[in-house]
């Protein structure tokens, strides 16, 4: 296919498109002043599901590196040590993270992967599910205002 795909913002090559892409954000993570409190420093971890079972963390690597700086990748591993389908990928910083988000139901090794936040620590408590919801809500708020920027500029130019 050519062109964008207005939902999710990606061009022909299946990947974000860097006119739309965050460069600067001024979006301070909510737990900036727990952070700053305990000297720890804000992580910004996105969870990616439905990969495939033959996925490697340097292939990941390449594929989410075009979206910002990497911290880290983690590919979650079963028992016999191959993988489970899904990995957590971290970034250095918050707008690195909200550019991968769009990544969100794109093609990866022939496989629609799902990328979205994730609040870390694990469990199903009420309390997280809530933060999370959260967290999911307010990243897809500001990628729809960057699409809608988007289409302005477009229009704009026409």
Known sequence: SSGIN??????????????????????????????????????????VGNLPYTVTKEALQDHFKKAGALEDVRLLLNAQKEPRGCAFVEYKTSAAMLNALLYHHTSF???????????????????????LQEKRNKSSELIHKMLAQKKKTKSAIK
């Open 6 to 47: 207005a939902e999710y913002g990606e061009n022909a090559d299946n990947k974000p498109d860097p006119a739309i892409s965050i460069e600067n954000s001024n979006d301070v993570p909510e737990n900036a002043e727990k952070c700053a409190k305990t000297g720890k420093r804000p992580r910004f971890i996105l969870f």
């Open 109 to 131: 090794q022939d496989r629609k992967i799902n990328v979205e936040m994730t609040c870390g620590g694990g469990g199903n408590s009420a309390k997280r599910k809530k933060k």
